[in-house]
């Protein structure tokens, strides 16, 4: 007798169990997916179902057709039951130091604008002065600062950042992508609950037109200091540590911003 959906789900192996979950995650087909990957639907059907094994390739080959992260292929490869393909190395190891000494340079030669170095749940490694005295502005909480939670639980930030809700919607949008390119991340996936929830509390206002840029606007004993934002990936190496990482890069926006910045200096 077939086994019941409910049943079925809880009698799939983990690898065909996570296999389904990215599928999914990413709205595909078993059929666009099996198109993308250059199987047949019916080899991804039992893939999925696990009544078939893959192959380390084929699990390779299925994580390049998901487009997933370097640190998710490695969990469907131990969920297929084969090894890591990926480092994963501590960010203050020695095998990292060059690129641990390139980072520390990008930020201190932003100066005097803001940089701060974040891993891949937004928690915040690192950060040069300026960066800094925004981030205190923000106040000091207990634990590690982490660059969603202090927009979203954060009683200070509704008070410090003048176009929060703006600013909410921007990092919504963000990490909804990004928690759909990992699948199931849990930490991810709390992010962007917590982001929803902020947003239903501080909506953004739909009658005017909207700006083609969203600055981040900052309340200063200075006045309102405009930044804009861009965040760099790194996509040259294949340790997943690295890969993980987001390094903030803000620009001032206006010549106020501009002064006051090397005022501060």
Do not use: Y
Not at 4 to 24: E, G, I
Not at 34 to 54: K, M, V, Y
Not at 70 to 95: H, I, K, M, Y
Not at 198 to 217: D, F, M
């Amino acid at each position: 007798m077939p086994l019941p959906d409910a049943q079925l789900l809880v009698a799939r192996p983990p690898f065909a169990s996570a296999l389904r979950r990215h599928r999914t995650s990413r709205r595909l087909s078993q059929l666009e997916l099996s198109l993308e990957c250059s199987i047949s639907a019916r080899h991804l059907s039992f893939l999925e179902t696990g009544r078939a094994q893959p192959s380390r390739d084929m699990v390779m080959q299925l994580a390049d057709g998901l487009m997933l992260p370097l640190g998710t292929r490695n969990a469907l490869l131990q969920a297929a039951g084969f090894s890591a393909a990926f480092p994963a190395s501590q960010l203050d190891s020695e095998a990292l130091k060059p690129f641990r000494e390139m980072l520390s340079e990008m930020i201190s030669r932003h100066a005097p604008n803001p940089a701060m170095l974040c891993d891949r749940h937004w928690n915040i490694l690192d950060a040069n002065p300026a960066a800094a005295a925004l981030l205190s502005g923000l106040g000091d909480g207990p634990g590690p600062h982490n660059a969603v939670r202090i927009l979203t639980d954060n009683p200070a930030a509704s008070g410090t950042i003048a176009n929060l809700p703006d600013v909410l919607s921007e990092m919504s949008a963000r990490i909804h992508l990004e928690a759909m390119e990992a699948g199931d991340d849990g930490v991810l996936l709390d992010h962007l609950a917590a982001l929803e929830s902020a947003c239903a509390r501080h909506p953004v206002e739909t009658a005017s037109p909207r700006s083609p840029i969203v600055p981040l606007i900052v309340n200063s004993p200075l006045g309102q200091l405009r930044f804009l934002s861009t965040i760099a990936h790194f996509g040259t190496s294949e340790d997943v540590t690295i890969r993980d990482l987001r390094l903030e890069l803000l620009f001032p926006a206006d010549d106020a911003t501009r002064q006051a910045l090397a005022h501060l200096a």
